[in-house]
C-alpha cells in the first residue's frame, strides 16, 4: 500500500468555498491510502495522466462485487450490481446502445424547454419571499423537470423519485432499512413505468432504448434496460443540482468572479468549466474499481493486484503539471479538459446535458437577478454531509 496511514475520504470542506485544502501536496505521490466512510480503505490515485489512463485501462474492473472489495458505504450498497458487467466488451456494446439513443441532437432540443423552464422557475421565485432558497427554486427543479422531460418521466411524479434518488444515494446518512425501502421503491417505480411506455411509447429516451430493447441484435436485456434507466434517471438529475446550487454560490461569494460573468456573458461557458474543474459540488467516491493485476504509475510505485482503486478526478484537476495555479478558481482559463466527466469508455454520458443546464440556470440567473447575492456568510452554508454529494443543502439569496 502507498502509504501507512489512510487519510479520511472524502476530505473535510476546508476552505468553504475552495477546493479542500487536503488536496495540496497531494500529487507528490501518484498513490495514497485512503479511508473510507464504510471504514474500508482504498488506495486513491492522485495524477492526472494517471487518473486519465487509468480510466481506460483494462486492468482496472469495474466489477467490483468481489470479496475484499472496499466500499464506500457500510450501510448501501449504491452502484454496486454484480448483474451488470462494468467491464469491456460487454459494457463497451451496451454503452454503444445507450449513447445511439442519448444524442446530442436530442439534448440541444432540449435546450428551449430548458429556457422557459429556467424562466417560469425565476419568474416564481421573483414573486415569492426573500431570502430564496436557490436549491429549490432552481437548482433541483430545473434537471429533475429536464430528465423528466428526456426520459419520458411523468412530471407530477418528480417529489416521488425525487425522495427515492436521494435515499438511493445515501452514504451515512439514512439507516440501512429506510436505504433499502428507497432502492426497492425505485427500482419498483421504473418497472412500471417501462411497462407503460412499451404499451404506448413516446418520442422519449425511455422509448428509444425500448425499442432497441426490443429491435437490436444486440439488445438490452429487460434488466440492462431498467439499470440504464435508472442510472440516467439519477446522473442526470443530483450530479447537476448540486453543481448548479454550490457553483453558483461559489460565484456570489466572489463578487469579482460574478461581475466579471455579468459584464461578459461570453464567459458563462468558461466560467461552468472551471466550476466543474474545481468541484466543490462533491466528491468521486463513485469511481472504485479492482485491480486484476500490479499496476505501475507515474512515479515508479506500483498498486498492487487486489486493491481496491479510487480514481481521483478532483486530484486529476488540482494537478500543478496540467493546470497552472490549480488552487485558484480562473473563469478565462483555456484548454480546460478536466476529469469531472471521467474519460475513456466510462466518460459521462450525461456530460453534455449537464453542460447545457449549468450553462442556461447561469446565465439567466446573472441575467435576471443582477443584485443577487448571498443571504447569509458563506461559513453558514450547510452541506449536505452523508450523502453522495457533499454539496450545499440550502443556498440562501436575496437581491
Not at 462485487?65 to 459494457?91: E, Q, T, W, Y
Not at 452541506?383 to 437581491?399: A, H, I, K, Q, Y
Request: hydrophobic share 40%; glycine share 8%.
Amino acid at each position: 500500500m502507498s502509504s501507512n496511514t489512510p487519510i479520511p475520504y472524502p476530505f473535510e470542506w476546508t476552505p468553504v468555498m475552495e477546493v479542500p485544502g487536503r488536496l495540496r501536496g497531494l500529487h507528490e505521490r501518484a498513490q495514497v491510502d485512503v479511508r473510507l466512510p464504510s471504514g474500508d480503505t482504498a488506495v486513491m490515485v492522485t495524477r492526472y495522466k494517471d487518473v486519465r489512463s487509468l480510466f481506460a485501462d483494462s486492468r482496472l474492473s469495474k466489477n467490483i462485487a468481489r470479496p475484499g472489495m472496499a466500499r464506500v458505504s457500510k450501510d448501501n450498497d449504491l452502484f454496486v450490481d454484480p448483474k451488470i458487467d462494468g467491464d469491456p466488451p460487454h459494457h463497451t456494446a451496451m454503452r454503444g446502445l445507450v449513447t445511439r439513443a442519448f444524442t446530442a441532437r436530442r439534448i440541444e432540443r432540449l435546450r428551449p424547454f430548458a429556457q422557459s423552464v429556467t424562466d417560469e422557475l425565476l419568474d416564481a421565485m421573483e414573486a415569492g419571499p426573500k431570502p430564496a432558497d436557490l436549491n429549490e427554486a432552481l437548482a433541483f427543479p430545473l434537471p429533475i423537470l429536464v430528465i423528466c422531460k428526456l426520459l419520458g418521466v411523468p412530471p407530477e411524479d418528480r417529489d416521488k423519485f425525487r425522495g427515492l434518488v436521494d435515499g438511493f444515494l445515501s452514504v451515512s446518512k439514512l439507516p440501512p432499512e429506510e436505504v433499502e425501502e428507497c432502492r426497492k421503491g425505485l427500482w419498483s417505480y421504473l418497472a412500471d413505468l417501462i411497462v407503460a411506455k412499451r404499451a404506448d411509447p413516446g418520442d422519449d429516451l425511455i422509448g428509444s432504448l425500448i425499442k432497441i430493447r426490443d429491435e437490436d441484435d444486440n439488445r438490452l436485456s429487460d434488466y440492462e434496460l431498467h439499470h440504464w434507466t435508472q442510472s440516467l434517471l439519477i446522473a442526470g438529475y443530483v450530479t447537476t443540482a448540486s453543481q448548479i446550487g454550490t457553483g453558483t454560490a461559489v460565484l456570489l461569494h466572489r463578487r469579482d468572479l460574478f461581475e466579471e460573468v455579468k459584464a461578459d456573458p461570453s464567459l458563462v461557458e468558461s466560467a461552468v468549466e472551471e466550476l466543474l474543474r474545481t468541484q466543490i459540488m462533491g466528491s468521486s467516491i463513485g469511481t472504485l474499481r479492482y485491480a486484476l493485476t500490479d499496476i505501475e504509475l507515474s512515479d515508479g510505485s506500483v498498486i498492487k493486484e487486489g486493491s481496491s482503486v479510487l480514481l481521483s478526478e478532483e486530484g486529476a484537476n488540482t494537478d500543478g503539471s496540467v493546470f497552472k495555479d490549480p488552487f485558484t478558481i480562473d473563469i478565462r482559463r483555456k484548454e480546460n479538459h478536466h476529469m469531472t466527466f471521467g474519460a475513456g469508455i466510462h466518460y459521462c454520458v450525461g456530460a453534455a446535458l449537464a453542460r447545457m443546464e449549468l450553462q442556461v440556470a447561469t446565465e439567466t440567473l446573472l441575467r435576471r437577478f443582477p443584485d443577487v447575492r448571498l443571504a447569509v456568510p458563506a461559513e453558514e452554508l450547510p452541506r449536505g454531509l452523508g450523502g453522495f454529494m457533499e454539496g450545499f443543502s440550502e443556498v440562501p439569496v436575496t437581491w
